[in-house]
């Protein structure tokens, strides 16, 4: 699946790929967190042309879903956060400043360079 939505391989190639995936298997994209990230990343890095070739067969693809499907799916992409693209990335909240001020040592030894007195500490 990488593979086949990679920058390398044309829109409408890819769409196709994902024609024959998908086709009539909308849960595959509902119940499954892994292919809807991969999906949704390679939609968002779509550029605005890529995006008009490959949207044809993306609503051909999404025809062949259920209305319960279509509406699970846009549920989810309204959603957005964690559940739509795969797993969150680090948030401010998550940083913990004590933790990262032991690596400079480290990483000051290892890029031979002489740490700040006020971040020695």
Known sequence: L???LSAGVEPADAGAFLEGL???SGLLLVHDSALWGHVDAWLADLSPEAFVVAL???RR???T???AERRQLGERATRGGPTATGPRGPTEHD???GRAARVLPVLATLLGV???TEVRS
């Open 22 to 24: 998908l086709a009539d």
């Open 95 to 97: 940083f913990d400043e």
């Open 65 to 67: 879903f259920t209305s």
């Open 61 to 63: 693809t999404l025809a």
């Open 2 to 4: 990488r593979f086949a």
């Open 56 to 58: 044809p067969l993306l």
């Open 114 to 116: 002489t740490l700040p």
